[in-house]
């Protein structure tokens, strides 16, 4: 068995090798791109995809389904107060932000806090918990405060238990209304980087969290109603690394014996390929699928809306861009569109699977099981879209934090300091930049390919039936691949 993860690690080390440099390298604009043969590419990168659904027919089942399979396991022993101290000082953080939101400089490109959220945060906390796992589950600044309240005298003397009682008949729809609401703020409110109209978003969205934990308890908050706690779960499945807290109650006398005090956590790390954990048996709940789903569409939609094409679909000169206020109507109409035509499309693959294979089981199901086979591609996207920010503009939010309160500040000795990305001064690293666009994009379809065709042959078991089940998703992927290429090479208002 060793020896196979082996052979297979070193089967991936030529694809690794390709994906750190079209990560590093992705970085600016558009205006270089439409000189290349962007045909030749979609066309391209639409046969590797569908290639690559038919390589798997060849190689045999073992195989194939052996690699989502191995698991190193390291028991780590921690104090039990080290995840709620983190969780406090990323609340002081957050608190800094609101302060420097509310006091700090009104431009955008010089306060702390809109840089941070959008050049660093969002993209980086997205590509941190696909390499590392879930460390969102740690960082999020409101469980730290609710364990010490928890673990309060006050509280144990009275038997605190939460008020209400979640009915879980709704699901994860808190959480898609939650993350529907943040994107609409990214990509369609006129003015998401105002630092005081942020600072007022971020309290109001702490505030909301905390009333939420007392009232529900944390596992069923933190499950279905915050979103960032969905979303970044959702992307760890991405991870090779997954973290589990060891039941005590099962292992009392081991954990004795090794000197593991009440006082201490014991988590169990498992460690396994990259989208492996995708493969895990889970068939999720339709409200669940409805949250993947959106979180690809946002990210597509944001794409998509700045490009000629959307302009002109709705009546816009795209040389003579009239700013986001007079687009609003039309935005929130475009992002709820490209919603439900991925949902659409998603759900016309699915129950064509049902007809074909999948016979007695209901639609829903039938969506909520192959749905983590597309969380690769949003994770894909997510990347290629927001990546170039955070390395275009990094040096900018250091030096916003030399100065926070614009009271003068130079602590970081950066204050007045010019950013100059100087890697974008080649314009041949442009060409490079698209060549790695392109392999990204193909390469997490080509993952999503694998991945569903995984959960299909754990629940059909022969590979014929599996494969006819996949040929809508093969067709799926193949599309989508070919419409992630065209956004790509598409003229912008970027």
Same mark, same amino acid.
């Given at each position: ?17 390709? =994906? ?128 010490? =309240? ?38 369609? +409110? ?22 939420? =934990? ?15 706690? %969905? ?47 995708? !493969? ?7 409200? +669940? ?40 109507? !039309? ?53 290629? +879209? ?8 990094? &040096? ?22 010019? !950013? ?8 041949? &690293? ?6 790695? &666009? ?31 089940? &996949? ?13 992630? =290429? ?6 912008? %208002?970027?």
């Amino acid at each position: 068995m060793k020896g196979a993860f082996i052979r297979q690690m070193l089967l991936l080390l030529p694809l690794l090798a390709f =994906l750190f440099p079209a990560v590093a390298a992705h970085v600016s604009g558009r205006g270089f791109i439409l000189l290349l043969p962007t045909n030749l590419f979609i066309a391209g990168g639409a046969l590797v995809v569908a290639a690559s659904f038919a390589l798997l027919a060849l190689i045999p089942v073992r195989r194939v389904v052996s690699a989502t399979e191995y698991r190193g396991k390291v028991l780590v022993v921690r104090s039990a107060r080290v995840g709620v101290w983190i969780s406090v000082a990323s609340l002081a953080f957050a608190s800094f932000l609101v302060f420097a939101g509310r006091y700090g400089s009104r431009d955008p490109l010089e306060n702390p806090a809109p840089l941070f959220i959008w050049f660093l945060w969002w993209p980086g906390m997205t590509i941190i918990t696909a390499l590392l796992g879930n460390v969102w589950a740690v960082l999020n600044p409101w469980t730290g405060v609710y364990e010490l =309240l928890m673990g309060s005298k006050i509280l144990r003397r009275i038997n605190y238990r939460p008020p209400l009682r979640y009915p879980e008949k709704l699901g994860y729809i808190p959480s898609i209304a939650v993350f529907f609401a943040f994107a609409w703020v990214e990509l369609v +409110h006129p003015y998401p980087a105002d630092p005081e109209f942020l600072s007022t978003l971020i309290a109001g969205y702490l505030l909301y969290n905390f009333i939420g =934990l007392l009232l529900f308890g944390k596992r069923i908050w933190l499950q279905y109603c915050e979103a960032f706690s %969905v979303f970044f779960e959702m992307v760890s499945w991405i991870s090779p690394i997954a973290v589990r807290e060891w039941d005590r109650s099962d292992n009392e006398t081991a954990l004795s014996h090794a000197g593991v005090g009440d006082g201490r956590r014991v988590s169990q790390i498992l460690v396994t390929l990259p989208t492996a954990n995708l !493969a895990r048996e889970r068939r999720l709940r339709l409200s +669940h699928t409805i949250f993947i789903i959106l979180a690809l569409s946002t990210v597509s939609f944001d794409g998509f809306s700045r490009t000629f094409t959307w302009l002109s679909i709705i009546g816009v000169n795209p040389l003579d861009y009239p700013g986001r206020t007079l687009l609003m109507g !039309a935005n929130s109409v475009g992002m709820l569109a490209t919603f439900s035509a991925i949902a659409a499309v998603y759900i016309l693959a699915c129950w064509l699977a049902k007809l074909l294979v999948f016979h007695g089981w209901r639609l829903s199901e039938t969506m909520g099981l192959f749905v983590p086979s597309i969380v690769p591609i949003a994770l894909g996207y997510h990347i290629a +879209h927001y990546f170039p920010y955070v390395v275009a503009n990094f &040096q900018t939010v250091y030096a916003s934090f030399s100065d926070p309160f614009e009271l003068g500040w130079n602590l970081l000795g950066v204050s007045g300091v010019p !950013a100059i990305p100087s890697f974008l001064k080649d314009p041949y &690293q442009v060409y490079y930049v698209y060549y790695a &666009q392109v392999g990204l994009i193909v390469l997490v379809h080509v993952l999503a390919v694998y991945i569903a065709h995984v959960i299909a042959l754990r629940e059909v078991k022969t590979v014929r039936a599996a494969m006819l089940s &996949q040929i809508p998703m093969m067709f799926l992927m193949v599309g989508y691949t070919m419409f992630g =290429l065209w956004l790509l090479s598409s003229p912008s %208002v970027d």
